[in-house]
């Protein structure tokens, strides 16, 4: 572990705290110029966490502790993720402990604390809430291994930085099994992230909502945690996209001061992406929820293809 | 740039396969018309790349054939057709559409490992891609087994066509040009013929599906 890879990770992780709440904000300018309706400000996510921050937590009398924890866990999971995912530098002290496999599993952690947390309270609403996240859940999380095996494929391993250090390095060749990858992987970070096709993030229409009905019973400083993660899940989320897709720009071992010109490559692939993303989701209405089982057997579907087609053609 | 190009004829043959995957999970006819016209455009964007590679200048004009037929004209003549039978509403399927497509994966996989030993014997440019282009033959078939209406049933054996003409492109570089005419007049009568079947269908029945014509007489 060298001393650069030490300020390497730190400045990773505070990176992701302190921009992902910008993300969250630029996709939902976009999302509303795009809908033609007048936007909120970039900062509003920063405006909203600092509201909630200072206001008093009201938790229900029949809470249990599990109410209590899952939003520090569901934080410090998604905290830990924008750790492992390489962002800046493939240079990463976290990364040994966490490859792709465990980095899932991450994810599946906070899920299921938050259902707990949703169920305790006793309301049909939360407990509806989780049941679905469950649904979006166990369908989204072996496409979206299948998407890290086809990426592993390439590079013989399953560590993040292993592979993006590969994809970066090699000579520029098209590899059409990630293409497909990549579709894929974009349909279930749809999924995880909540997003239209799937989920409505700006909707409190009971019938319709996942995310939101999960954290209905939140207030003040939980709710802005659980916020938070959400927004640092998103940025997990591309960070991951980015670097398995576009690998460009990311700073290696060997080159520690390549850190000073990956930050504003990451900021320009981030704000080409959160265009895109909002782009994705004007354009697609929200699908029943019997249709997400299907849209999200297409995303696994289209990894196996993936995985096959990398057999065949042999990358 | 060469080896960009060739590695550009395996993403072309990977979008025709994802493409024949996405008709067999499309359920709008409207939308299945435009993924057609897609893979047709796939498919004349890998022959000239195979054209440029191996300088075969008959594959530019097979190329051009294809665009003029499958991209412009057919979808045209298809838009034509479901807009006078007004039939733009939800296909119906025989099986639902996740299972089709775990159908469709376990064709892949059959494809896949066929056409390997077949592809050790070519020396073509795309012998790689030769088990993509059987597996796209073998889902429009899948495609036109599960379908009930008509409409889908004659995409289905249009993409089947695609599928055909690109393992010729990818396992010889193309077939006599010959031959080629005549499969591209073959699939154009085929689709007229098909067109006014259509109608025809629709006049005996008030309806497209073609389960109404397994009875042979009336009762």
Known sequence: MSLAGLFAQLLAVVLALGLAPLLTGWINQWRAWLQGRRAPGLLQPYRTLHKLFNKESVVAENASPIF???????????????????????????????????????????RVFISLAAMDI??????????REMLVGFL??????????????????TSLAQIVETLAHRPFAIYPSLAVAGVAFTMVSLAENARVPVDNPATHLELTMIHEALILEY??????????????????????????????????????????FAIPALVAKLTVGGVLLALIETINAKMRLFRVPEFLATAFLLAVIALLVHGLLGA | MNTLLAQSINLFAVVLL????????????LTLIHLFTLQGASLVAATLVVAYLTGQSHLYFSAGMTFVLKVVLIPILLHRVIQRLNV??????????????????????????LARPIAGLSTSIARGTLGIALACVLLSFLMMIVRAKAVP?????????????????????????????????????????????????????DSLDIRHLEKLKED
């Open chain 1, 68 to 110: 209590r924890v899952a939003p520090y866990i569901m934080f410090g999971s998604m905290a830990l993720a924008c750790g492992i995912a390489p962002t800046l530098s493939t240079d990463l002290p976290l990364a040994p402990a966490a490859d792709a496999i465990a980095l899932v599993g991450l994810f599946a952690l906070a």
């Open chain 1, 122 to 131: 006793g309301t049909s609403f939360g407990t509806l809430g989780a049941r």
């Open chain 1, 140 to 157: 989204a999380e072996p496409a979206l291994l299948m998407v890290l095996f086809a990426a592993s494929l390439i590079s013989q391993s």
């Open chain 1, 219 to 260: 207030s003040g400083r939980h709710l802005a945690l659980v916020e938070w993660a959400a927004s640092l899940k998103l940025f997990a989320y591309s960070c991951i996209g980015l670097a398995l897709f576009v690998p460009w720009g990311v700073a290696e071992a060997d080159t520690p001061i390549a850190i000073v």
């Open chain 2, 18 to 29: 994802v493409l024949a995957f996405a008709m067999i999970a499309q359920r709008r006819i």
């Open chain 2, 88 to 113: 733009r509403w939800d296909v119906e399927t025989l099986f639902n559409i996740p299972t089709t497509m775990l159908i469709g994966i376990v064709l892949v996989i059959v494809a896949f490992n």
């Open chain 2, 153 to 205: 049933q004659v995409i289905g054996f249009l993409s089947m066509e695609n599928g055909l003409f690109f393992a010729a492109t990818a396992a010889t570089s193309g077939m006599p040009m010959i031959v080629e005419l005549g499969i591209a007049f073959d699939v154009l009568v085929g689709i007229l013929i098909l067109g006014v079947f259509m109608f025809q269908i629709r006049e005996q029945f």
